[in-house]
């Protein structure tokens, strides 16, 4: 039997021992979702389809600005991991230290930017008058620990490079238990509509910043402690320049989003709106799996590239391709077939909404045929320290693909255009996936 507290970077990996190993990972992306999942059931049912929509209008902006701890993190953890695999621990250190200062600080910007930004934001992609009011409450609270969430996303990769995923783990259901039981008093028991998600969120959002700091700033038996900062201006442009992708695929997707919402509310209105938030809601766990499986996978293969381990490289290419293809395929089948009563749990209250919802995500769910490939070989170039190839992968699959399909196809198609939309762009995306990975398998050893 495997012991799954005693797997390491440097292992080699079997099926059993990766699964064991990116787990952890899987389940934090999980749940993060399940807990915003329940934000969305608590807001629909007990305050209204309307401020359920401004919710999902809302969430992109925090999106745009909230990534740039994500690209800091993903970026910085392919270069600590390499230094690892390269047996520099104090620069792996330093570089943990340098990044984690840099997110704190430029949370801090981004925060007072959005509280700015907010209401033009807003006004742009068009929102009925009765939602705005939701909007702002909702932006406003939010505004005040975007710093947190930042940091969330910076520590949620960076747990699996110091080899403590399940630590992330249980502090991702930490955050979870806080925002669901504060859901529940703010919102059911006290009324406190959109604000008490917007607190209950903010709340959970300090204990997902907080706590990893005090954690990584004490004594531990990870490989990564907060301490003095190597202060490298290159090192700091080398992470952001390879967490690229993450940053042109969040903000390209919440842009996009926020096209979706406007061609909806063109097309259907309101209802059109709240039925693609429950379409994303439904799918938030599917897309959580490969998040979450690539998170975990990227900091082995920055290890094993850099210690030049090619063996293990393909090995962990090979089944990886196997295991996200052949999970995307089981997800579409779910969507399929439990469309219903999952929109049902939802906006079962409305049988119109209900009808348009699992329509719409049954042509959405073609979306699991390829975008598990398209996630994983970006996620793989960035860990590979080559961020120009994966923003390039990142650029062509949301900015190209996607916006092209949701502006063209309901032109032609309406509404079913924009369901449409994200399979499209998707398997349009697999070309220079599918190119990239062939041209530069040599120089990387991961494959022959």
């Given at each position: 039997m495997i012991r799954k507290d005693r797997i390491q970077l440097s292992d080699h990996f079997t099926y059993g021992k990766l699964f064991w190993f990116v787990l952890p990972t899987i389940a934090n992306m999980i749940f993060l979702s399940l807990y915003g999942i329940v934000d969305g059931l608590f807001i629909s049912n007990f305050v209204g389809k309307v401020a359920f929509a401004a919710v999902n209008v809302t969430f992109p902006i925090f999106s745009v600005l909230g990534v740039f701890g994500l690209m800091i993190g993903t970026g910085g953890s392919?270069?600590?991991?390499?230094?690892?695999?390269e047996q520099k621990p104090e620069e792996a250190n330093g570089y943990f230290s340098f990044f984690v200062f840099v997110c704190m600080a430029l949370g801090i910007v981004m925060a007072v930017v959005g509280a700015f930004i907010l209401r033009p934001a807003i006004g742009l992609i068009g929102v009925e008058p009765e939602m705005v009011r939701h909007c702002m409450v909702y932006g406003l609270i939010g505004m005040i620990t975007l710093p947190c969430y930042m940091l969330q996303h910076l520590f949620q990769i960076l747990f699996v490079t110091a080899e403590k995923p399940r630590l992330g783990f249980w502090i991702t259901v930490m955050t979870g238990v806080t925002n669901i039981v504060l859901d529940f008093i703010l919102i059911v028991l006290l009324d406190w509509g959109v604000a008490g998600a917007a607190v209950a969120t903010s709340f959970s959002e300090l204990i997902g910043g907080i706590v990893p700091i005090i954690y990584f700033a004490r004594p531990n038996d990870s490989l990564l402690r907060l301490g003095r900062p190597r202060v490298e201006y290159r090192a700091l442009g080398k992470a952001c320049s390879n967490g690229m992708s993450e940053l042109v695929s969040t903000v390209s997707e919440s842009v996009v989003t926020m096209l979706y919402n406007f061609q909806l509310l063109r097309i259907a209105g309101a209802d059109g709106v709240a039925a693609f938030g429950v379409m994303q809601y439904c799918t938030f766990i599917f897309f959580a799996i490969f998040a979450g499986y690539n998170m975990g996978i990227q900091p082995l293969f920055s290890y094993h590239y850099g210690a030049d381990d090619r063996d293990e490289l393909k090995n962990l290419f090979r089944k990886s391709i196997m295991l996200v293809e052949g999970g995307g395929l089981v997800m579409l089948a779910l969507l399929v077939i439990f469309a219903r009563p999952l929109v049902s749990v939802f906006v079962g209250y409305d049988a119109d909404l209900v009808d348009m919802a699992?329509?719409?995500?049954?042509?959405?769910?073609?979306?699991?045929?390829?975008?598990?490939?398209?996630?994983?070989?970006?996620g793989m170039f960035t860990a590979l320290n080559n961020g120009a190839v994966s923003a390039f992968i990142a650029t062509v699959r949301v900015v190209i693909c996607e916006i092209g399909s949701v502006m063209i196809l309901p032109i032609f198609f309406g509404l079913n255009g924009i369901w449409f939309s994200a399979a499209v762009a998707e398997a349009g995306s697999i070309i220079p996936v599918i190119l990239f990975t062939v041209k530069l398998r040599k120089r990387y050893g991961y494959a022959d």
């Amino acid at each position: 039997m495997i012991r799954k507290d005693r797997i390491q970077l440097s292992d080699h990996f079997t099926y059993g021992k990766l699964f064991w190993f990116v787990l952890p990972t899987i389940a934090n992306m999980i749940f993060l979702s399940l807990y915003g999942i329940v934000d969305g059931l608590f807001i629909s049912n007990f305050v209204g389809k309307v401020a359920f929509a401004a919710v999902n209008v809302t969430f992109p902006i925090f999106s745009v600005l909230g990534v740039f701890g994500l690209m800091i993190g993903t970026g910085g953890s392919a270069i600590i991991g390499k230094r690892l695999g390269e047996q520099k621990p104090e620069e792996a250190n330093g570089y943990f230290s340098f990044f984690v200062f840099v997110c704190m600080a430029l949370g801090i910007v981004m925060a007072v930017v959005g509280a700015f930004i907010l209401r033009p934001a807003i006004g742009l992609i068009g929102v009925e008058p009765e939602m705005v009011r939701h909007c702002m409450v909702y932006g406003l609270i939010g505004m005040i620990t975007l710093p947190c969430y930042m940091l969330q996303h910076l520590f949620q990769i960076l747990f699996v490079t110091a080899e403590k995923p399940r630590l992330g783990f249980w502090i991702t259901v930490m955050t979870g238990v806080t925002n669901i039981v504060l859901d529940f008093i703010l919102i059911v028991l006290l009324d406190w509509g959109v604000a008490g998600a917007a607190v209950a969120t903010s709340f959970s959002e300090l204990i997902g910043g907080i706590v990893p700091i005090i954690y990584f700033a004490r004594p531990n038996d990870s490989l990564l402690r907060l301490g003095r900062p190597r202060v490298e201006y290159r090192a700091l442009g080398k992470a952001c320049s390879n967490g690229m992708s993450e940053l042109v695929s969040t903000v390209s997707e919440s842009v996009v989003t926020m096209l979706y919402n406007f061609q909806l509310l063109r097309i259907a209105g309101a209802d059109g709106v709240a039925a693609f938030g429950v379409m994303q809601y439904c799918t938030f766990i599917f897309f959580a799996i490969f998040a979450g499986y690539n998170m975990g996978i990227q900091p082995l293969f920055s290890y094993h590239y850099g210690a030049d381990d090619r063996d293990e490289l393909k090995n962990l290419f090979r089944k990886s391709i196997m295991l996200v293809e052949g999970g995307g395929l089981v997800m579409l089948a779910l969507l399929v077939i439990f469309a219903r009563p999952l929109v049902s749990v939802f906006v079962g209250y409305d049988a119109d909404l209900v009808d348009m919802a699992v329509h719409g995500i049954r042509i959405y769910a073609l979306i699991f045929i390829t975008c598990g490939l398209n996630i994983f070989t970006t996620g793989m170039f960035t860990a590979l320290n080559n961020g120009a190839v994966s923003a390039f992968i990142a650029t062509v699959r949301v900015v190209i693909c996607e916006i092209g399909s949701v502006m063209i196809l309901p032109i032609f198609f309406g509404l079913n255009g924009i369901w449409f939309s994200a399979a499209v762009a998707e398997a349009g995306s697999i070309i220079p996936v599918i190119l990239f990975t062939v041209k530069l398998r040599k120089r990387y050893g991961y494959a022959d």
